[in-house]
């Protein structure tokens, strides 16, 4: 390795942690103050019906503009956010930011069903304050509960059943949607997950990117008959062909999220995308 940057000359071994633990405690600091700096925002991504390609709502995605790397990704940012404890705020800024632009693109479409779904971290869910959350902002934006969905992932369920059990059965009881996100990437079997009151599951990327099993058309169908047994909707996550595309499709999945139908926008690319489909929608 060292003789890539100095032809013969032998560099002193510096072990790769050492610079990832330092860029690491910069990001950390950085991500304290870009909250103030209004560097963080919202990206919605268009979750489209299967059946007539039309956008039924999207999910809230956070973004950072960080003022010398430029873009950072969440998959990086938000596990630090998480193990400072910062999570709560971006959690907290998420929810309110998601439930404001809802409320506004209900009002321009007089469509009370296009759902958002925001995603909650075991931090956030750990916290009392979850419910209070949720309920604040569904009633100071008036929006119909159902639409209002939080994803959270199987791993932080498991990580605590018996307080994960309680805490979402109180978000069922003040309405909001309950999505089962990354499906398909622990080892719990859905029969377990089903004594949590989820109502949508979504398959993770995995079984659809970059994926040439030849088994995957059986294990796809197992998942969507069982979620649909189950009384859930599906939501496939990054699907990349038309193939599978019609698979899904064929197995009356609902939704689709993927790059094939849009990238995650900005709140004016979003609502202009609703815009047009009402006018779409007139039209026909
Ligand atoms: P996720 O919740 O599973 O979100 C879906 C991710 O898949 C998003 O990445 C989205 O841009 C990406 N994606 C969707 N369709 C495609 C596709 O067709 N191809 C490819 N290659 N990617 C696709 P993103 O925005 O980078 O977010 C990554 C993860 O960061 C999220 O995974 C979620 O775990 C976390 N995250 C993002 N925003 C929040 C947040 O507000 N709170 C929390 N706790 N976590 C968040
Ligand atoms: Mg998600
Ligand atoms: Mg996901
Ligand atoms: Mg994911």
Redo the contacts with the bound molecule.
């Keep these: 390795q060292a003789k890539r940057y100095g032809g013969d000359r032998i560099e002193p071994f510096r072990p790769a942690y050492k610079t990832i633990g330092s860029g690491r405690l910069q990001l950390e600091a950085d991500l304290r103050r870009a909250f103030e700096r209004n560097e963080l925002s919202l990206?919605f991504?268009p979750i489209v019906r299967l059946d007539t390609e039309s956008i039924a709502g999207f999910?809230?995605?956070?973004r950072w503009e960080h003022p010398r790397r430029g873009a950072v990704?969440?998959?990086e940012f938000?596990p630090i956010a998480e193990s400072t404890g910062l999570?709560v705020q971006?959690?907290q800024f998420?929810l309110e930011e998601a439930a404001k632009r809802l409320s506004d693109w209900h009002l321009m479409t007089s469509d009370p069903t296009i759902f958002v779904s925001?995603?909650?971290?075991s931090r956030?869910l750990i916290r009392q304050d979850l419910i209070a959350d949720v309920r604040t902002v569904v009633s100071r934006y008036r929006l119909p509960p159902e639409s209002l969905k939080l994803?959270l992932?199987e791993s932080l369920v498991m990580d605590n059943p018996e307080r994960s059990a309680q805490l979402l059965a109180r978000l069922r009881e003040i309405g909001v949607g309950l999505s089962l996100?990354?499906f398909g990437t622990g080892y719990s079997s859905l029969a377990y997950l089903m004594r949590f009151p989820f109502d949508t599951l979504?398959i993770d990327?995995s079984f659809l990117?970059n994926n040439t099993q030849p088994q995957r058309p059986i294990i796809l169908n197992s998942i969507v008959t069982m979620a649909h047994d189950l009384g859930l909707k599906v939501v496939a996550?990054?699907?990349?062909s038309e193939s599978d595309l019609n698979l899904l499709r064929q197995l009356n999945c609902e939704f689709a999220?993927?790059?094939?139908f849009s990238?995650?926008l900005t709140v004016d690319q979003a609502r202009k995308m609703l815009l047009d489909q009402m006018g779409v929608k007139r039209a026909s």
Excluded: Y
């Design positions: 990206a991504q999910e809230a995605l956070l990704s969440p998959s938000v999570i971006l959690g998420a925001v995603n909650i971290s956030q994803e992932t996100d990354d979504k990327q990117r996550e990054g699907i990349e999220q993927s790059f094939l990238q995650p």
